[in-house]
């Protein structure tokens, strides 16, 4: 009688396998985050002008800064000039401005932009609620590392500062790593 032969495994079927369950314990436990969306539309002369920082996600260029401005300005080509401006270690330090371009790259809402301080490198600014009377806005990045919270003012009141960092949290961006912004009282 004739010893039956065992079959080994291959390696592949059972890396096939491997991988498989791997990436369905992935997916089912990865938390889903929500399609990030833009608001339907932005009039880019109105959103023009200065804007206070109020609150950021935690960003390398802007480590010890207070007291930070972006100014907005449209061009004759449609691109927007920009002017940031932060002072180092509180509200009277020294200041620091950098000036960028940004560009529109979805035209048919104005709210999704590229912006440029040093060539080549562009990042991603998306302008994700913005106050009808354009007195505040919520600004994000697509892979959610970069958020801010604006305001036409130095200071916003409580109310609109709570629901924008909601609306943030809901959005999936990491609202509790938020640092709030050092402003003057008044100008």
């Excluded at 592949?12 to 990865?30: D, E, N």
């Amino acid at each position: 009688m004739a010893t039956p032969r065992i079959r080994k495994p291959s390696f592949w079927p059972a890396a096939a396998a491997v991988l498989a369950t791997s990436a369905a314990v992935y997916a089912l436990t990865r938390r889903r985050r929500p399609k990030l969306t833009t608001v339907p539309h932005v009039d880019l002369h109105r959103y023009a002008g200065r804007w206070y920082e109020i609150a950021r996600l935690p960003q390398r260029f802007e480590q010890g800064c207070t007291h930070v401005t972006a100014e907005y300005r449209p061009l004759a080509d449609g691109n927007i000039e920009v002017h940031n401006t932060c002072h180092q270690d509180s509200v009277n330090g020294p200041a620091e401005t950098v000036r960028g371009l940004a560009r529109v790259v979805d035209p048919k809402t104005n709210a999704k932009l590229k912006v440029q301080f040093q060539w080549p490198f562009e990042g991603d600014y998306w302008i994700l609620a913005l106050d009808e009377h354009y007195r505040f806005a919520l600004v994000g990045t697509p892979d959610r590392k970069g958020l801010w919270i604006l305001s036409r003012e130095p200071q916003l009141s409580h109310p609109a500062l709570a629901n924008l960092t909601e609306m943030a949290r809901q959005k999936g961006f990491a609202v509790d790593k938020l640092i709030y912004t050092q402003q003057p009282e008044a100008e």
